[in-house]
């Protein structure tokens, strides 16, 4: 017997990916293999780089050469390329403008590469969710996983722009700059820059690491408030029917009191940070310009060298200023993307096998082998059920709640894996069979049909891709919702409104029923798919039930017994075991489980009768 093993709730949290492995999963996007136009704008985007921080670097030197010349202190070679005072002038404005224009090549070259990327990681994280086992999703609250998703690919955005194109750019900036100094005005300058730099630098990063843990806290107390408010808003009605707002209010406002105090900590450690770097960035600059003030006064420096000095001590200034803000938004963007990319390591639980074939119905047969399952190893749900649904049969599966009634509807369509025995359709174990040709062979009514917020028709014609609008008309019609469909000021176009709130129950259903029926599958899974609805209108339903039946195999998990008295066999189950199987007059001869249950239904059913 096949054995597979029982999986926990604790196996479906999710490890944030460090931040190495984070850059590594980005790379790749950046320079895919077999995409050269990729590399190619990579590539020319460096480059565009690299010639920005050329131009750069070279201006303050336009500047001070404008300065010897107005000064009167140009050597006798005289200045650079025999420009006078006015034409380095317009020198050092044109390399200004040089480095601006090179810069906003760069983006332009680079912004398809970044907008490409973002849009692969969403759709693959997107992707991964839907192949996501239901425990996962169960366990999982959406707004949670939304704001996830939102951060992750908002911190890719912002490490392709800021890492590539602030990091990189400083640091060749920093380089050449500590070159020209030590070039031109002696290697204590150079010590001088590179030891507050290095301070500097040493600085950040020790408060940033101190700072992202109050950020993650902040993260994970923003994501709780917001996983409070869509909670609440999804459960609109609920709370209207307790009077709860004041006491969701509350607790929204409690949440938000606790992501109020991690703020409060994340705005103090921030001010501490730029203070800081504001003291080392400013002794630094003193100490060169005090340096270069005095060569001056020796003779040994000109007041052009002096003013080249503080040029190039403000251009590296501003960026490193700069540099505190985008490390720690780095530093937040590698958190945020690593929950991202943790969501994306997160192994799916249910997989097919590799070359596994799709499933073929030739009839429709079902077959459950020996089956044990257990949503928990310490619960088992299943013990070892057995029965087979000839094909074309309408089979019914009643008990108690508890009993494992739905839990076989969902092992049927695959939403987990048997630990033990087997499920066959048509022979065929599903296991062995691809996950989506099971869901294309296999329709669901559930008990509760959540529609889309959008059109009737969306809703619909959503039971198959590429539904002509006849088809669509034609389920309607069959689910005897289409005169009600016409009935409404828009018709096909009417919205349904969130989770399709603006319909009844028993209009509800009958969408469910048409999209269903446009699905056109061989087997067929009502999972208790009238209980939720009144009396009359179930009876209405269950005629389009029957008529949807015809010609398939039928699996029917029913609470109300009346609604399935002419099923061809009723499966009594309890504690997951099958307790008792035959017909409804069967069953009832026998005056057990079953017969007690109709008794039981039938005197609650005669009283409310009454009472109306």
Same mark, same amino acid.
């Given at each position: 017997?096949?054995?597979?093993?029982?999986?926990?709730?604790?196996?479906?949290?999710?490890?944030?990916?460090?931040?190495?492995?984070?850059?590594r999963r980005v790379l790749p996007y950046l320079w895919p293999d077999g995409e050269t136009w990729v590399k190619r704008r990579v590539v020319a985007a460096f480059l565009m780089l690299v010639a920005a921080k050329i131009v750069s670097v070279s201006t303050p030197y336009f500047y001070k050469q404008a300065v010897d010349a107005l000064a009167g202190e140009t050597p006798d070679t005289g200045t650079l390329l025999g420009l006078?005072?006015?034409?380095?002038?317009?020198?050092?404005?044109?390399?200004?403008?040089?480095?601006?224009?090179?810069?906003?090549?760069?983006?332009?070259?680079?912004?398809?590469?970044?907008?490409?990327?973002?849009?692969?990681?969403?759709?693959?994280?997107?992707?991964?969710?839907?192949?996501?086992?239901?425990?996962?999703?169960?366990?999982?609250?959406?707004?949670?996983?939304?704001?996830?998703?939102?951060?992750?690919?908002?911190?890719?955005?912002?490490?392709?722009?800021?890492?590539?194109?602030?990091?990189?750019?400083?640091?060749?900036?920093?380089?050449?700059?500590?070159?020209?100094?030590?070039?031109?005005?002696?290697?204590?300058?150079?010590?001088?820059?590179?030891?507050?730099?290095?301070?500097?630098?040493?600085?950040?990063?020790?408060?940033?690491?101190?700072?992202?843990?109050?950020?993650?806290?902040?993260?994970?107390?923003?994501?709780?408030?917001?996983?409070?408010?869509?909670?609440?808003?999804?459960?609109?009605?609920?709370?209207?029917?307790?009077?709860?707002?004041?006491?969701?209010?509350?607790?929204?406002?409690?949440?938000?009191?606790?992501?109020?105090?991690?703020?409060?900590?994340?705005?103090?450690?921030?001010?501490?940070?730029?203070?800081?770097?504001?003291?080392?960035?400013?002794?630094?600059?003193?100490?060169?310009?005090?340096?270069?003030?005095?060569?001056?006064?020796?003779?040994?420096?000109?007041?052009?060298?002096?003013?080249?000095?503080?040029?190039?001590?403000?251009?590296?200034?501003?960026?490193?200023?700069?540099?505190?803000?985008?490390?720690?938004?780095?530093?937040?963007?590698?958190?945020?993307?690593?929950?991202?990319?943790?969501?994306?390591?997160?192994?799916?639980?249910?997989?097919?096998?590799?070359?596994?074939?799709?499933?073929?119905?030739?009839?429709?047969?079902?077959?459950?082998?020996?089956?044990?399952?257990?949503?928990?190893?310490?619960?088992?749900?299943?013990?070892?059920?057995?029965?087979?649904?000839?094909?074309?049969?309408?089979?019914?599966?009643?008990?108690?709640?508890?009993?494992?009634?739905?839990?076989?509807?969902?092992?049927?369509?695959?939403?987990?894996?048997?630990?033990?025995?087997?499920?066959?359709?048509?022979?065929?174990?599903?296991?062995?069979?691809?996950?989506?040709?099971?869901?294309?062979?296999?329709?669901?009514?559930?008990?509760?049909?959540?529609?889309?917020?959008?059109?009737?028709?969306?809703?619909?014609?959503?039971?198959?891709?590429?539904?002509?609008?006849?088809?669509?008309?034609?389920?309607?019609?069959?689910?005897?919702?289409? !005169?009600? @469909?016409?009935? *409404?000021?828009? $018709?096909?176009?009417?919205?349904? =409104?969130?989770?399709?709130?603006? /319909? #009844?129950? %028993?209009?509800?259903?009958?969408?469910?029923?048409?999209?269903?029926?446009?699905?056109?599958?061989?087997?067929?899974?009502?999972?208790?798919?009238?209980?939720?609805?009144?009396?009359?209108?179930?009876?209405?339903?269950?005629?389009?039930?029957?008529?949807?039946?015809?010609?398939?195999?039928?699996?029917?998990?029913?609470?109300?017994?009346?609604?399935?008295?002419?099923? !061809?066999? @009723?499966?009594? *189950?309890?504690? $997951?075991?099958?307790?008792?199987? =035959?017909?409804?007059?069967?069953? /009832? #001869?026998? %005056?057990?489980?079953?017969?007690?249950?109709?008794?039981?239904?039938?005197s609650e059913e005669d009283e409310t009768l009454a009472a109306e």
């Open positions: 017997m096949r054995k597979t093993p029982v999986r926990t709730a604790q196996d479906t949290v999710e490890k944030p990916a460090s931040g190495l492995h984070t850059i006078t005072a006015v034409g380095l002038t317009v020198a050092y404005g044109m390399a200004r403008l040089g480095t601006v224009a090179f810069q906003e090549l760069r983006d332009a070259i680079f912004v398809r590469v970044g907008q490409r990327a973002l849009r692969k990681l969403a759709l693959e994280t997107f992707t991964h969710i839907h192949r996501l086992s239901l425990r996962y999703h169960i366990t999982r609250k959406t707004g949670g996983l939304s704001r996830i998703i939102e951060r992750g690919v908002k911190g890719v955005d912002f490490l392709l722009r800021f890492m590539l194109f602030s990091i990189g750019p400083l640091i060749l900036e920093l380089a050449m700059v500590a070159v020209i100094f030590a070039t031109v005005f002696g290697l204590s300058y150079m010590a001088v820059v590179v030891g507050v730099i290095t301070l500097y630098v040493w600085f950040t990063l020790a408060v940033t690491e101190w700072r992202v843990k109050i950020r993650r806290e902040m993260n994970e107390q923003d994501t709780d408030a917001n996983q409070k408010a869509i909670d609440s808003l999804l459960n609109y009605e609920t709370v209207k029917y307790f009077n709860a707002e004041t006491r969701e209010a509350a607790r929204y406002d409690h949440a938000m009191q606790r992501y109020e105090a991690a703020a409060v900590k994340t705005g103090l450690s921030l001010s501490f940070l730029n203070g800081g770097q504001a003291l080392l960035i400013t002794s630094g600059l003193v100490a060169v310009m005090a340096m270069a003030a005095m060569g001056v006064q020796r003779g040994e420096l000109t007041v052009g060298d002096f003013v080249m000095v503080n040029a190039y001590m403000i251009q590296i200034t501003m960026p490193l200023n700069f540099l505190g803000t985008v490390y720690r938004e780095i530093r937040q963007a590698l958190v945020d993307m690593g929950e991202m990319f943790g969501l994306l390591g997160q192994p799916a639980e249910v997989v097919d096998k590799p070359g596994a074939p799709a499933l073929t119905v030739r009839g429709g047969a079902v077959e459950f082998d020996q089956v044990e399952f257990g949503y928990d190893a310490a619960r088992p749900i299943l013990k070892g059920i057995s029965l087979k649904v000839p094909a074309g049969q309408r089979y019914a599966l009643v008990g108690p709640s508890g009993s494992g009634k739905s839990t076989i509807g969902r092992l049927m369509f695959r939403f987990y894996d048997v630990n033990g025995g087997a499920i066959r359709i048509d022979g065929q174990d599903l296991r062995d069979v691809t996950q989506s040709s099971i869901h294309a062979q296999i329709g669901v009514v559930p008990q509760d049909t959540v529609l889309f917020n959008d059109t009737v028709r969306y809703n619909i014609a959503y039971g198959r891709d590429n539904a002509t609008e006849d088809e669509i008309v034609a389920a309607a019609k069959a689910a005897k919702i289409h !005169d009600f @469909i016409i009935s *409404l000021p828009e $018709g096909y176009e009417t919205k349904v =409104g969130e989770r399709g709130l603006k /319909l #009844s129950g %028993g209009e509800k259903q009958r969408v469910g029923i048409a999209r269903t029926l446009l699905k056109d599958p061989p087997i067929l899974i009502l999972d208790e798919a009238t209980s939720a609805l009144d009396t009359q209108t179930e009876r209405d339903i269950q005629d389009s039930l029957r008529e949807m039946g015809q010609g398939r195999t039928v699996i029917t998990i029913a609470h109300r017994l009346s609604t399935i008295a002419d099923a !061809d066999q @009723i499966v009594v *189950l309890e504690a $997951g075991v099958i307790v008792e199987q =035959g017909t409804h007059e069967d069953l /009832l #001869s026998q %005056g057990g489980r079953y017969a007690a249950m109709w008794a039981r239904q039938s």
